[in-house]
Structures are given as structure tokens and as C-alpha cells.
């Protein structure tokens, strides 16, 4: 396994089980160590990406809320307004 590559699940999980042995060393820690830093990374990556997400569903929902307080407006005012 090279050092610049993140650790596999199975290296994560071969580590694990040598931990569980009691036959951890230095190098398995250092393997757990990356293992995690590399699934936060993923996980806020992520988290990111679902506020983005949140974000513009409430923009696309304000806007929704606008269209159709306008259309109400026209047609309980039979104006004949041009809605966009």
C-alpha cells in the first residue's frame, strides 16, 4: 500500500482485527489515523454538499411561494394580470 493512497476498507478493516489481537503497531495506528482523517474528509464533503442542496430547494421554494401569491392575487382580482 503507498503512503499518498488513503488505506482500503480491507486494510482498515485487516488492521482492525490485529488490533483486536493485540498485535497493533506503530504502522496500524497510522493507518487507523489516515483511515479516519480520510472518512471525515469524505463526510464534510458531504455535509457541504447537502447544505448547498438545502440552500437552493429554499430558494427554488421561496420563489415557488412568490409565483403563487402572485397568480392568487391575479386571478382573485380578475385583472387579467400577465404572470411570467
Known amino acids: 500500500m503507498s503512503d499518498c493512497m488513503p488505506p482500503s476498507p480491507e486494510d482498515f478493516k485487516k488492521t482492525l482485527d490485529r488490533i483486536k489481537r493485540g498485535l497493533a503497531t506503530v504502522e496500524d495506528a497510522d493507518l487507523i489515523r489516515r ?3 480520510e472518512m471525515e474528509e469524505v463526510i464534510n464533503y ?3 454538499c447537502l447544505a448547498d442542496a438545502r440552500e437552493l430547494l429554499r430558494l427554488e421554494r421561496a420563489s415557488s411561494d412568490r409565483y403563487q401569491r402572485a397568480l392568487n392575487e391575479a386571478l382573485n382580482s380578475g385583472s387579467g394580470a400577465y404572470i411570467p
Open 35 to 37: 483511515y479516519v482523517a
Open 46 to 48: 458531504y455535509a457541504s
